[in-house]
């Protein structure tokens, strides 16, 4: 495929939800592309892209690799494929958005990497995450343990895992969602923390918790006491259909 009156100048190019099953045969001429998004197509691989592309939207597709990347690549969009792995990325990636693939792995992350959206694949282990990470979304995978935190985490959403304990929570945390594990005790949540949810899990206690706390939603846990928060800040909670009530 060529794209007819092309100019090879544009910044942006939007070819998604065209039916493409590969990227137009004259994409390498494209110079100073900066962003491309050919989502919601049949494409199997990725060839020839421009070495300009900073920001590449590739969802919904057929792909199972992704090679010979962009080096100067700072966002990547490619949820909804076949990936079974991403070993390759550069070095110069802030965000990557990987949800609903094969992976059952992250080994070989970027190390400016800022954001991370890693849900709904088969992952057992996220050991190797760079210290840059501020958000990390890995909800729905296998994992059961997250002993390696970046210390500027702000954001973690890891509910529907396998997880059995949390206790080295990096103290720049202030939202964690860990619902649907199998954890027992939180006896050690970072003191900045104002969104925690912790619901159906095997909490017995949650005591000491940070008077930061300003939402709590944590239903369904075998307390073996009645459990009414008393923050000073607190706004919003849900404690209700627990074992001792």
Do not use: W
Not at 112 to 120: R, V
Not at 197 to 212: H, M, V, Y
Request: glycine letters at 0%.
């Amino acid at each position: 495929m060529i794209i007819p009156n092309n100019n090879y100048s544009i910044i942006k190019l939007d070819i998604s939800n065209k039916n493409l099953n590969n990227l137009p045969d004259d994409i390498d001429k494209y110079n100073n592309l900066q962003v491309l998004n050919c989502s919601n197509n049949y494409l199997k691989e990725l060839n020839n892209l421009p070495q300009s592309l900073i920001e590449l939207y590739c969802d919904n597709n057929k792909l199972n690799h992704l090679d010979n990347l962009p080096q100067n690549l700072q966002k990547l969009f490619c949820c909804g494929n076949k990936l079974t792995q991403l070993d390759n990325l550069p070095q110069s990636l802030q965000l990557l958005n990987c949800n609903n693939n094969k992976l059952n792995h992250l080994d070989n992350l970027p190390q400016n990497l800022q954001i991370l959206y890693c849900y709904d694949n088969n992952i057992i282990q996220l050991d190797n995450l760079p210290q840059t990470l501020q958000v990390l979304r890995c909800y729905n995978n296998k994992l059961t343990h997250l002993d390696y935190l970046p210390q500027n985490l702000q954001v973690l959403n890891c509910s529907n895992n396998k997880l059995t304990q949390l206790d080295n929570l990096p103290q720049n945390l202030q939202m964690l969602n860990c619902n649907g594990n199998r954890i027992t005790l939180l006896d050690k949540l970072p003191q900045n923390i104002i969104h925690l949810f912790c619901s159906l899990n095997n909490l017995i206690k949650l005591d000491n918790l940070p008077n930061t706390v300003c939402y709590l939603y944590c239903v369904d846990n075998p307390f073996t006491y009645t459990f009414k928060p008393t923050l000073d800040n607190i706004k919003k909670y849900n404690a209700s259909r627990n074992t001792s009530e």
